[in-house]
């Protein structure tokens, strides 16, 4: 048995490999690229640490060469979510009773095995199967998971350090347990380090969890669940269980196991949760936590006074890293009438050099969009502003399927500042630009925050101060992640925490403390070294 206080040191940030050409690191990711499209997969679900195979298939593809397979799936369904459920009942108490400085080791661990022998493979899954080109990848599938699995642990540390004061004659503890119940994790396609971190970071805190990746991300999800395997972690721990929404999630939600929720995705597949959970509240344990982090229509916001190459490239990166499949993605933008002829012709000028293509020519920096559904909806906006007499595609517009899901990066200019792509979440490389006169400056700071239901992320360009200070104070329930001079996507675990609130979720802040907070359920325990021998008070007493 341990008789220390163990700790561990703060963590620093994972440093960002460049790829240039001729570096050692191109070499070995070109090589695992090739390795990987030539080398095709069969993917069990794990359950109780053990595989298993449904014959309910589902296909990971190439979104940039979609007839390319690189692997097929096996899904769950009702029988194999109630065997998860029990395997994770199964596993909790050893789990909850492990000694925390060995529940984190584990995951120190995968985050060695990440950052060393296994970053290529994890970057080149995430490329083949998500359509990241490669510094995408490796500041996604190598950097970030690293540090959430890091800064979770050392965050998780902390967490235990503090304990209450203790009077005369008695001793305060308090205990962190993990919920009564299973955590059930759902993680989007769009970054593999939140589908590492949404299963890994209450099971951290000694949660049992079942791990339902988005069926487009299977490919790295399973690659990190084999991570987490081969680090140590205990049967039953994380179940990882791929498969339609409704087969997987209808079981999970009616569980009376159910003791919380990890989720980002779209509003509309949380907000249809927290119904579902309200709906079921009487027959649950315990109250379920709900975190989640759902859409965004994130804005940059320009001041007279702004540099305007700093906004073009704001603009660019902010609006089409990754085909714009970011919930921070830079979807809206509000200008000057007095910068906007220099912006207007930057932009374009700049918008004429993109390259799009497969993320394996590292020229491109524009990649596929992640499936047909996602290529028909964004061709969908596109084709409404060509149609639309509010609105002029001043770059981009073109879209082509025939190969892989390939959509221009696309600029709209609208004279309409509540026009449809202002207002609605694209997820896709799509950015509207509405023009305001100089003079109206804090108006449409107020248009900006009215406008959009959600409140996830947004940018302010200026040099002037007082307006970055006006701009701070109008806008402070617009986005949980608020920039200055600076493009609202890119937030760093341990720098930027992130999330928003409104419709945007609940904002926990994943890549903090905030967010292991929801996965544990102190206890305060009081020891009393002198009891109390009588139950008379001196107030009692006669004279």
Known sequence: MANAIFSIDPPVNEPVLEYRPGSDERARIQDELQRLRNTPLEIPLIIGGRPVKTGNLGRCVVPHDHGHQLAVFHQAGEKEVAMAIEAA?????????????????????????????????????????????????????????????????????????????????????????????????????????????????????GNTVLWKPASSAVFSAWMLMEIFMEAGLPPGVINFIPGP??????????????????????????QNMWKTVAEN???????????????????????????????????????????????????????????????????????GTIKVGPPENFENFVNAVIDRAAFDTISGYIDHARQHEAAEIIAGGGCDRSSGYFIEPTVILTTDPRFKT?????????LTLYVYADDAFEETLDLCDRTSPYALTGAIFARDRAAVG??????????????INDKPTGAVVGRQPFGGARASGTNDKAGSILNLYRWVSPRTIKENFLPATDYRYPFMEAK
């Open 89 to 205: 009942a199964s596993a909790a108490g050893k789990w909850a009773a492990m000694d925390w400085g060995d529940r984190l080791a584990i995951f120190n661990r995968a985050a060695d095995l990440i950052a060393g022998p296994r970053r290529m493979t994890l970057a080149a899954a995430t490329m083949l199967g998500q359509g990241k080109n490669v510094y995408q990848a490796e500041i996604d599938a190598a950097c970030e998971i690293v540090d959430f699995l890091r800064f979770n642990a050392f965050y998780a540390t902390e967490i235990y350090r503090q304990q209450p004061r203790s009077g005369p004659a008695e001793w305060n503890h308090l205990e962190y347990r993990p919920l009564e119940g299973f955590v059930f994790a759902v993680s989007p396609f769009n970054f593999t380090a939140i589908g590492g971190n949404l299963p890994s970071a209450p099971a951290m805190l």
């Open 245 to 270: 929404g409704a087969q997987v999630g209808h079981p999970v939600l009616a569980s009376p196991q159910l003791a919380g929720i990890h989720f980002t995705g779209s509003t509309t597949v949380f």
């Open 281 to 351: 509240l009487g027959r649950y344990r315990t109250y379920p936590r709900i975190v989640g982090e759902t859409g965004g229509k994130d804005f940059i916001f320009v001041h007279p006074s702004a540099e305007t190459e700093a906004v073009v490239t704001a603009l660019i990166r902010g609006a089409f890293e990754y085909q714009g499949q970011k919930c921070s993605a830079a979807s809206r933008a509000y200008l000057p009438e007095s910068l906007w002829p220099q912006i207007r012709e930057k932009l374009t000028a700049a918008m």
């Open 422 to 430: 202002m207002e609605e979440e694209i997820f896709g490389p799509v």
């Open 470 to 483: 006006t701009a701070r104070r109008r806008l402070v329930n617009a986005a949980g992640n608020f920039y």
